[in-house]
C-alpha cells in the first residue's frame, strides 16, 4: 500500500497492522506549474495590478474554513487593499453559497473575484496571478496529507499560508507558514504581504530543489523503485 503522507501511513497501520505502507507524496507537473510574471498571469485572466491579491483554490466544502477567510479578508481591506479570487467549486452548492452570503455579510463582495473550475493547462495563470495561496483547511482525516494546491503553488514560487498540519511541516521546508487561530491567520497575512520581496527571493532560491523532489518524473522514479524492491523479494 502506498499513501502520499506519513499520516495517512500511521492511521492505515492501525488498522491493517501486518501490511508494509509506504510514503511516496503527491507531485507536481513542472512542466506546467512555473512561475511566470505576476502582471502577464493577471492580465491573462482578466485581472489589474495594484492591489494584493489572495487565492483560494480547489473544492469549497466543510474541510475548508470559509467564514474564517471572509472574516479576515474583511479586516485586512481597513489597512490595505487585499482582494480574494477563488478559483474552484462547491459540492452542491452550499459552501459557494455560504461564501456568497459572508461576503454580503462583510461588505466585500466587489473585492471577491470568483472562476469555475478551471482546466489544468490554465491553473498555473491564476496561482502565478496571486501574490499568497491561502490554504484553510480545518483539522480532519481528510487533510493529513500532501495537497497538490500547496505542491503547484511552491513550483510556481508563490508563497503559502495555510493551517498548522504537522504534515504540511515534514514535507515543505520553503515558502509554507501555518497559523492555529484567527488572529494569528490575519497576522500571518500581514506578515507575508508586507515581506513579500524576502520570501519570494527564498523561494526561488529553493525552487530548483523543490521541483526536482516533488516532480512527476522524480515521484515516479520512487514508484518504480519500490515495485523493483517489492519484485525482488522471496
Same mark, same amino acid.
Given at each position: =500500500?502506498?499513501?502520499?503522507?506519513?499520516?495517512?501511513?500511521?492511521?492505515?497501520?492501525?488498522? =491493517?497492522?501486518?501490511?508494509?505502507?509506504?510514503?511516496?507524496? &503527491?507531485?507536481?507537473?513542472?512542466?506546467?506549474?512555473?512561475?511566470?510574471?505576476?502582471?502577464?498571469?493577471?492580465?491573462?485572466?482578466?485581472?489589474?495590478?495594484?492591489?494584493?491579491?489572495?487565492?483560494?483554490?480547489?473544492?469549497?466544502?466543510?474541510?475548508?474554513?470559509?467564514?474564517?477567510?471572509?472574516?479576515?479578508? &474583511?479586516?485586512?481591506?481597513?489597512?490595505?487593499? =487585499?482582494?480574494? /479570487?477563488?478559483?474552484?467549486?462547491?459540492?452542491?452548492?452550499?459552501?459557494?453559497?455560504?461564501?456568497?452570503?459572508?461576503?454580503?455579510?462583510?461588505?466585500?463582495?466587489?473585492?471577491?473575484?470568483?472562476?469555475?473550475?478551471?482546466?489544468?493547462?490554465?491553473?498555473?495563470?491564476?496561482? &502565478?496571478?496571486?501574490?499568497?495561496?491561502?490554504?484553510?483547511?480545518?483539522?480532519?482525516?481528510?487533510?493529513?496529507?500532501?495537497?497538490?494546491?500547496?505542491?503547484?503553488?511552491?513550483?510556481?514560487?508563490?508563497?503559502?499560508?495555510?493551517?498548522?498540519?504537522?504534515?504540511?511541516?515534514?514535507?515543505?521546508?520553503?515558502?509554507?507558514?501555518?497559523?492555529?487561530?484567527?488572529?494569528?491567520?490575519?497576522?500571518?497575512?500581514?506578515?507575508? /504581504?508586507?515581506?513579500?520581496?524576502?520570501?519570494?527571493?527564498?523561494?526561488?532560491?529553493?525552487?530548483? &530543489?523543490?521541483?526536482?523532489?516533488?516532480?512527476?518524473?522524480?515521484?515516479?522514479?520512487?514508484?518504480?523503485?519500490?515495485?523493483?524492491?517489492?519484485?525482488?523479494?522471496?
Amino acid at each position: =500500500v502506498v499513501v502520499p503522507s506519513f499520516g495517512l501511513k500511521r492511521i492505515l497501520e492501525s488498522i =491493517v497492522s501486518k501490511k508494509p505502507i509506504y510514503v511516496i507524496p &503527491n507531485g507536481v507537473d513542472i512542466e506546467f506549474f512555473k512561475p511566470i510574471a505576476q502582471k502577464v498571469a493577471r492580465k491573462s485572466i482578466g485581472l489589474g495590478m495594484g492591489y494584493y491579491l489572495l487565492l483560494l483554490q480547489g473544492s469549497l466544502d466543510m474541510w475548508i474554513n470559509i467564514e474564517e477567510v471572509m472574516r479576515i479578508l &474583511n479586516r485586512l481591506r481597513k489597512t490595505m487593499d =487585499v482582494r480574494l /479570487l477563488v478559483v474552484g467549486f462547491s459540492h452542491a452548492k452550499h459552501y459557494y453559497r455560504l461564501m456568497i452570503k459572508y461576503a454580503k455579510r462583510y461588505g466585500i463582495s466587489k473585492f471577491i473575484y470568483t472562476y469555475p473550475p478551471q482546466p489544468y493547462e490554465k491553473m498555473p495563470l491564476f496561482i &502565478n496571478a496571486s501574490d499568497v495561496l491561502i490554504a484553510p483547511f480545518k483539522k480532519t482525516v481528510k487533510n493529513i496529507t500532501t495537497p497538490l494546491k500547496i505542491a503547484e503553488a511552491l513550483a510556481c514560487g508563490v508563497p503559502v499560508i495555510t493551517t498548522d498540519i504537522v504534515e504540511f511541516k515534514l514535507w515543505y521546508k520553503q515558502g509554507v507558514f501555518t497559523y492555529v487561530t484567527y488572529t494569528e491567520l490575519e497576522n500571518m497575512v500581514k506578515y507575508v /504581504l508586507s515581506n513579500m520581496d524576502t520570501i519570494r527571493t527564498a523561494l526561488r532560491k529553493d525552487l530548483q &530543489n523543490f521541483r526536482e523532489a516533488f516532480s512527476w518524473d522524480k515521484l515516479a522514479e520512487k514508484y518504480e523503485d519500490l515495485i523493483k524492491a517489492l519484485r525482488s523479494q522471496p
